[in-house]
């Protein structure tokens, strides 16, 4: 296989990681997995934020807010997978994480409104449906706007 | 991108936060969305759809229309 280029590396060392510990990693953590500079990383980071394959922290470029589907803080949608906790984004990403995975989740989420406990479920490579809705306040051409919103 | 349990809570929730209502996704779409976006994430070879691969995917789940336009400039 040929050399993967550094964003490459950089991306696969960022899901790699998530997927192994629930948390997602911070520059520190991917410049130690993957022996490069962190200073390297932090440019792989704004390359790839420019692809829209993440969101760093605003305010902290040396953390990763999100990388989709998986958040990195605490969210309303926590999804139990593989014996680990992780955080999706959005009702979307719930599904996501459970598509990214290829594995069985469930997630204790609840009603945008009322606070309602509302569980979502994948089992076998399919969602169990019940009659509930997501709701898509903002626009295709402006979700990455303001992605934390959205 | 919120879950409510029926139409009825996502218009309180459009009321209480002054947000006109937009499309609502049920659950089989909102999970092909998910394996189109995401089911090859943790490859190599991932990447984010292509705008026009956007609006392919979103006609085939019946979600059509300038909101799910990615170059829409309607709601600018």
Redesign the interface.
């Known amino acids: 296989m040929p050399e993967?280029d550094l964003d490459?590396q950089v991306?696969?060392a960022i899901?790699?990681i998530t997927?192994e510990t629930g948390s997602v990693p911070n520059s520190s953590q991917i410049s130690r997995k993957i022996s490069i500079e962190e200073r390297e990383v932090l440019a792989a980071f704004r390359r790839l934020h420019a692809?829209?394959?993440l969101l760093p922290e605003p305010g902290d470029p040396h953390r990763i807010r999100m990388a989709?589907?998986f958040s990195g803080v605490p969210t309303r949608?926590p999804v139990e997978t593989n014996g680990r906790r992780y955080y999706a984004n959005?009702?979307?990403?719930?599904?996501?994480?459970?598509?990214?995975?290829?594995c069985n989740a469930i997630s204790r989420?609840?009603?945008?409104?009322?606070g309602?406990p509302?569980t979502?479920e994948?089992k076998n490579g399919?969602?169990i449906?019940?009659?509930?809705?997501?709701?898509?306040?903002?626009?295709?051409?402006?979700?990455w706007d303001d992605l934390i919103f959205? | 991108m919120l879950l409510f349990r029926s139409e009825e809570t996502v218009n309180q929730w459009c009321a209480a936060h002054n947000i006109p209502q937009r499309p609502l996704v049920n659950l089989e779409q909102l999970w092909q969305l998910a394996v189109h976006w995401y089911a090859n994430r943790l490859t190599v070879e991932s990447r984010r759809p292509a705008l026009d691969e956007m609006v392919s995917i979103f006609e085939s789940l019946g979600l059509a229309g300038p909101f799910w336009d990615p170059k829409s400039d309607q709601w600018r």
């Open positions: 993967l490459t991306k696969l899901y790699e997927a692809k829209r394959l989709p589907p949608f959005c009702v979307w990403d719930v599904y996501g994480i459970a598509a990214a995975l290829h989420a609840s009603d945008g409104q009322t309602e509302l979502l994948v399919e969602p449906l019940k009659p509930y809705v997501a709701h898509f306040a903002v626009p295709a051409a402006h979700w959205t």
